[in-house]
């Protein structure tokens, strides 16, 4: 499948939106539309920070209703191989597993930069094209909690304010619910992974022996999502966190977070000219791997990209060479 215009993607994503109807929320003081501007901003910066010609404007209308789904699962082949495909859950995605993922493990990526379906099927089919075989993309949409938090700045700071992030979350579930969520009582890494959608969808991908993860990427606020979920998945599951952090390689791209000591194979890659990235980046762990020339976005429409597709291959053909183990406690 060829590239497409990026235009041409974006106004297939928009028209599309702008048709389909939005459900009320049951929370009386709130609709879908509060967070519209928001969805609409979002897919505009899709367009900006990800190479979204690789989807094409067939693909992007039936992404187009699902923008803000935080925690959907889309099932992304290389390019010329099939249609991105919105999969309702988990048992849908598995049927959608060929035998060449479930022997070789399919890769999981998330994006970041306030992302819709859109600029997460665009990284995830950069990352199928460079790999040769199908991923697994989890949206890391904006919700209530998102917008107050980057009303305060956590968009720039999105690693120093996660934790102020998960305080709103109860935002999102009273705007979808119409209730008050209370707290479970098992600490906050369990309230975490309950509450933040697109955590709990990756860890759900990590706790299910159907779905073998053969790698895990992420791009800028899409690398934290990837560390809560492995955090999370060490107080449920100790030992099979264990197994999998010495099987799994983590790439992250354009912001160094930690990840839990049983992580080993973890390559940091970050743009050469990338100062939005490294404000959000861990200090103390180093960068594997400098694209040069590269800022924060991945539009190879634009200058200064960080190109994913020949960075992966790069990063293959060297033996993923550098990837130094990067942990916390």
């Given amino acids: 499948m060829p590239d497409h215009s990026s235009t041409a993607t974006w106004w297939a994503t928009q028209l599309t939106r702008w048709m389909t109807p939005q459900a009320p929320s049951p929370a009386p003081l709130t609709s879908e539309g509060t967070l519209e501007l928001v969805r609409q901003r979002n897919a505009l910066l899709d367009a900006l920070f990800y190479d979204v010609k690789v989807i094409s404007p067939e693909e992007a209308r039936t992404l187009a209703p699902t923008l803000a789904a935080e925690g959907a699962l889309l099932h992304v082949p290389p390019s010329g191989q099939g249609p991105v495909v919105l999969c309702a859950s988990r048992d849908v995605l598995c049927a959608h597993l060929d035998s060449a993922s479930l022997r070789d493990g399919v890769p999981v990526v998330v994006a970041g930069v306030g ?102 990427i992420g ?26 952090g010495r099987r799994q390689r983590i790439v992250t791209l354009s912001a160094r977070i930690a990840m839990p000591r049983e992580c080993t194979q973890v390559t940091d890659v970050m743009g050469q000219l990338d100062g939005f990235g490294a404000l959000n980046s861990r200090a103390r762990i180093p960068a594997d791997h400098i694209v040069s020339g590269a800022w924060h976005h991945t539009n190879t429409d634009l200058p200064c990209h960080l190109p994913v597709r020949d960075t992966l291959r790069t990063l293959m053909a060297q033996g993923w060479q550098g990837n130094q183990q990067r942990t916390a406690t």
């Fill in 219 to 244: 791009h800028s606020k899409g690398n934290l999502v990837l560390s809560e979920a492995l955090f999370a998945l060490r107080q449920r599951a100790p030992e099979r966190l264990s197994e999998l």
């Fill in 115 to 216: 992302s819709s379906a859109l600029g997460s099927a665009a990284l995830a089919r950069n990352v199928a094209d460079a790999l040769g075989r199908p991923t697994v993309a989890v949206v890391s949409g904006y919700g209530l909690s998102d917008l107050l938090t980057e009303a305060l700045g956590g968009f720039f700071l999105f690693g120093a304010l996660n934790a102020l992030r998960h305080q709103f979350e109860g935002l999102d579930r009273w705007r979808e619910t119409g209730l008050i969520a209370e707290p479970d009582g098992d600490g906050p890494s369990r309230s975490l992974a309950q509450t933040s959608r697109d955590t709990q969808a990756v860890l759900g991908l990590l706790q299910d022996d159907r779905v073998p993860i053969g790698m895990l």
